[in-house]
């Protein structure tokens, strides 16, 4: 079993910067993917960015393409999002994700982020 807890949502004017963090415990060996995922309100959960366990490759959605980086401690257990020059969308809740490789999803309980015109 894997635990995470994000942190680091709060309300930001846009053109802000806000930075997640989801730290992970439990079992880790068998990870295939940790990322972020949001979901706005009445909309589906939508994926913003992945890393890839084994080799740090990373890939993006096109609406956060160069202004959001997905990060990595190993020795922490924790990855980060860093989101850059954020557009005024209102509020999304944004949600840590581990992908096992047999293909079991691991979720935290979400954090809000809030950006203001």
């Known amino acids: 079993q894997v635990q995470l807890v994000e942190s680091g949502g709060g309300l930001v004017q846009a053109g802000g910067s806000l930075r997640l963090s989801c730290a992970a415990s439990?079992?880790?060996?068998?990870?295939?993917?940790l990322g972020w995922y949001r979901q706005a309100p009445g909309k589906q959960r939508e994926l913003v960015a992945t890393i890839y366990y084994h080799d740090d490759n990373t890939k993006y959605a096109d609406s956060v393409k160069g202004r959001f980086t997905i990060s990595r401690n190993t020795a922490k257990n924790a990855v980060y999002l860093q989101m850059n020059s954020l557009q005024p969308k209102g509020t999304d809740v944004y949600y840590c994700?581990?992908?096992?490789?047999?293909?079991?999803?691991?979720w935290g309980q979400g954090t809000q982020g809030t950006v203001t015109s």
């Open positions: 994700n581990i992908k096992s490789r047999n293909g079991h999803d691991y």
């Open positions: 439990g079992s880790m060996f068998s990870i295939n993917t």
